[in-house]
Structure formats: C-alpha cells, structure tokens
C-alpha cells in the first residue's frame, strides 16, 4: 500500500496508471517511427514534446473518470474497450478544438491517427494482462484472521472482491465454533502460534466480537517480534474501506489518540486556501451563477436564492445560501424531511442544477464568510442534526471542524435519507477530521469535478 494525498492506494493501481502513461508515450513514439520521423529531433528539437504530454494526460484523465482506476476488475473485455475509445475520442476532441483555436498547438494528423489507434489496441491488452498476471505479483500479504466477527467478515469480504489491494487470506481462526465466513477455518484461536508455524502469514488481523480473557497475548507478542505485522480489525477497516469504522470506537480511543485532527496548522491553511478559492470562485463563474439566477427566475415563481439554517462549526447556526430549486413553501405540509429520488418538491429546472451541483455556488458567499470551507463534511440542518445525534453514536464529533461545500463523504457516498446512509457518512467525516491536510483537500476537490460531470450523488 502506497499513502498518497493521506489516502492508502494500492501498489498495483499506482503501478498501473504509471505503466499506462508509459504505453501511452510509447505509442506516439513509436508512430513517429512508423511515420519515419526523428523522434528525439521531433519532440525535443521542435519542442512537441509536450504536446504529447498533454495528449497523454488527456487519456489517463479520460480513464480516470471512467473510474478505471478505481475498479481495475475487468468484468467485460468490450466494455473496457469502449471506455478507451471514449478515453481517447474524448482527448482528440479536446485536442482539435485547441488546434482550432491555435493550430501551433496541434499535433501532426497522421501522428495523432496512427498513435491513437495504437493505444485504443495496446491499453485494453495491456489490462487485461496486467489484471491475469501481475496484480498476482502484488498480492504479497499473506494474512490470518483472528476471530470471525461481522465487521472482520465485511472486510475480508471487500477485500476478497479487490485483490489490487495485495492481501491474500490464508484463513481464520474460530473464536467458538466455525461459522459462516468467507475463508477456511484453520482452526481455534488457540492455535495461533502453531497455524503460523505452518503457513507463515506475514500478517494477522484481529477481530474478536469478545477479547476480554480470550486473546492469547503472550503468543501474539512472541509471533509479533518475530516478524509478523499484527493491527486490529478497526485499522484494515480505515485502509480498505476509506472510512472510520464507528461501530469499534470506543471513547477512550478518541480521547487519547494522537492522530486524530484536526490539527491547528491544518486548519489554518485550510482557512487560508479556502477564502482564496472562493473569492476566486465567486468572480470566476459569476456568468454562470447569473445565467442561472435568470433560468431560476423565469422557471418557477419565488426568489432566485434559498436561504436555510444550518449547524456550523461548533454547533453554530449559520444560513447557507442556494439557487432556489424546489417550489416556494415545499416543505409547508411535511416539515423538515430528507430529499428523496423523484421528489415531487423539486422543480423540473431544478433537478438539473442539483444533477451539475449549479444550485450550490451561491455557498461560495459562505465560505468567503468564513461560514464554511471549500471541503468539510455536509452542513445539515438543526432539526437532522439534533435527530441524528441521538441515533447515532459520536455523531457531534464531524462538527469540530467547517461544513464543506464538498467533502470526503459526499464524494464517496451517494446522497443518503436513512439513519444506515447517515453513520456510514459519518464515518468518511470522521476519516477526514482524522487525515485533514491541504493535501486530502485537493484531492477532494480534484475528485469532485469527477463526480460533477457524472452527475453522481445529487438527489
């Protein structure tokens, strides 16, 4: 595993986005031999070099919103090769309609033909090549699990779905009797030290529903120092699933853990780049927040803006601000409830601006305010909150820091209306208060445009 932007990613992904900007690179290359041109005076002589860089960074960023690095499992051969026909149809549009506006800009047609066609052969091979027989090299994590608990079965389940992670279960070993459970029995926990003589894992995850009396401490300790890795359920629950697992906090953890945020630095800069990349917003799309203000105005009566409390920072009651996008006094008959697919309150105009995320820019005012930051977990309303705290266990806690305009939960959860969608949100916002750093927030933000053009989450 390779922690990048405060994120644990996987060796083998990382391995094979920088093998495909190499295939990539290698295909131009090699079309301007097929062309019989000089590479090294075509690309550093001339400087085209660069215009190949971006190209190919078209492509991988084509790849990348097709969630082709997120999800390196090959489910259909035809499928992965539409998407890099679309990862690359999509880079020669944008790379002619540069060329249109300044054709100094544009590669050679016929390197641009040959090299592309190149890539939408080379790149599907190259996967599923790659997914047959080099992930297999990766998966270096010989693991035993200890105990057979619900949560330890989510996680090896999740991770048997991904192998890219590099973790290759040998088994579990039984606190009472063997019970259903996605890897073999090998035995009871008593047994550990002589399970590990015999299949040598080069790591153990422990997750006993009950460890009090029962955990053969003196055995882990000596397996411990000879080598072996042991973390608890609750870390390999953070790495593969990107997310705190609730259900094992206990108070004392939070009390006393030093890696929990948020750090005073961190936050600090956070206000920092937050209050520029507003301003900047704010001045940057005011056009299209006008264009919109106008659609709004003309397709339904009512004010342009949607003016609602919120719970802040600390608990603080704030108003955030939105293009109006449901019918004047929506909620008048039901009170304060969940937005819910095909609500009836929204209107027809205003499902498009919260499918393109449109009807949250006014939210750059509140960050400008210092109400809220660019990335931070969702500001709900006081009514949800004062419900969700009493349901959900440390749920207060995702208010030590700024609501966000998007955030670790937003982008890697649908939008939620029920108490189960509410914890598993609150334990990306507890990931994030945890990791906080300029670096997590950029790569949030990057994400977001992702999920943005796909119209994902919004509801």
Aim: charged share 20%; proline share 5%.
């Amino acid at each position: 595993m390779i922690r990048l932007f405060r994120v644990f990613i996987p060796a083998s992904v990382v391995a094979l986005l920088i093998s495909e900007i190499i295939l990539v690179l290698a295909c131009y290359t090699l079309a301007l031999f097929i062309l019989g041109i000089d590479p090294a005076f075509y690309l550093f002589d001339e400087n085209n070099y660069w215009k190949v860089f971006v190209l190919t960074t078209l492509i991988i960023l084509g790849l990348y919103f097709q969630d082709l690095y997120a999800n390196v499992r090959i489910s259909s051969t035809i499928l992965l090769t539409q998407q890099v026909c679309l990862a690359v149809g999509c880079a020669l549009l944008i790379a002619a309609f540069i060329g249109y506006v300044e054709s100094e800009l544009l590669l050679g047609r016929w390197l641009m033909m040959l090299g592309s066609l190149g890539v939408i052969v080379v790149l599907p091979l190259w996967r599923i090549f790659f997914w047959k027989y080099v992930i297999a090299g990766f998966r270096s994590e010989r693991v035993l699990v200890l105990g057979n608990s619900s949560i330890l079965g989510e996680v090896v389940s999740y991770l048997l779905r991904r192998p890219e992670f590099g973790y290759s279960f040998l088994g579990y070993l039984s606190e009472d009797l063997p019970g259903d459970f996605p890897v073999p029995c090998l035995g009871a926990i008593s047994e550990v030290r002589l399970v590990c003589e015999q299949y040598r894992p080069t790591r153990i995850v422990v997750g006993m529903a009950e460890r009090r009396n029962r955990l053969p401490v003196q055995e882990l300790l000596e397996i411990r120092f000879s080598g072996v890795i042991i973390e608890d359920v609750a870390d390999t629950y953070e790495v593969a699933m990107r997310r705190v697992c609730s259900r094992k906090i206990q108070p004392s953890q939070l009390i006393f853990s030093s890696d929990l945020g948020p750090r005073r630095h961190a936050i600090t800069l956070q206000n920092f780049y937050s209050l520029v990349i507003g301003a900047l917003g704010l001045v940057l799309f005011s056009p299209i927040m006008l264009a919109t203000a106008i659609v709004v105005r003309l397709t339904s009566a009512g004010p342009v803006l949607y003016r609602q409390r919120r719970v802040g920072l600390n608990g603080r009651i704030f108003t955030v601000y939105k293009f109006r996008s449901m019918y004047v006094d929506a909620e008048a008959q039901t009170g304060a409830v969940w937005a819910s697919k095909d609500d009836p309150r929204i209107t027809p105009v205003g499902r498009w601006l919260r499918k393109l995320r449109l009807d949250e820019m006014p939210q750059f005012w509140n960050v400008v305010s210092g109400d809220m930051a660019m990335v931070g977990p969702r500001p709900e309303r006081p009514e949800f909150v004062e419900f969700l705290a009493q349901q959900i266990p440390y749920y207060r806690q995702r208010l030590a820091v700024k609501p966000g305009i998007t955030g670790w939960a937003q982008i890697n959860h649908k939008y939620g209306d029920t108490d189960l969608d509410a914890m598993i949100k609150l334990e990306y916002d507890l990931y994030y208060i945890k990791h906080l750093a300029p670096a997590l927030d950029f790569y949030i933000i990057f994400h977001t445009i992702k999920v943005m053009l796909l119209s994902r989450g919004a509801q």
